[in-house]
């Protein structure tokens, strides 16, 4: 069968695409694996001034309310964030929920921790 020029370019589109994926799916397997808890200081700060920190995934909305320029809608995307994609492994995580920029992550950051939870698992799809 003889393949014109526009078929010949569909056609090593196609193959590249399929390498792609093989490629995705080959390195997704290895990025799956478990992750291993790291070790977790809480920041200088914090130990200094003997202050209790804040563990974003465990507080209720009391504690994480707490936390300054953290309000009751604050409080409750933090609860959402945390049920919908899984325990923050970094404090700097806090990012991807919706109100929350690094101004009030700068003044948080030395108040909050993640409870060691490097080792958190994705949940997420």
Do not use: W
Not at 34 to 51: D, F, I, M, S, V
Not at 82 to 95: A, D, F, H, Q, S
Not at 100 to 105: A, P, R, S, W, Y
């Amino acid at each position: 069968m003889k393949l014109g020029r526009g078929d010949g370019r569909t056609l090593a589109a196609v193959m590249a695409a399929g390498a792609a994926m093989a490629l995705c799916f080959a390195l997704r397997g290895a990025a799956m694996e478990p992750l291993r808890r790291l070790p977790h200081e809480p920041p200088a700060a914090a130990q200094a001034q003997g202050t209790q920190l804040v563990d974003i995934n465990s507080a209720g909305l009391e504690e994480l309310m707490s936390l300054p320029g953290i309000g009751q809608v604050r409080a409750q995307a933090i609860l959402d964030d945390r049920e919908e994609n899984g325990p923050y492994r970094y404090p700097e995580e806090l990012v991807r929920v919706k109100g929350i920029g690094e101004g009030i992550l700068e003044n948080i950051l030395d108040q909050i921790t993640t409870g060691g939870y490097a080792d958190a698992q994705n949940t997420g799809g």
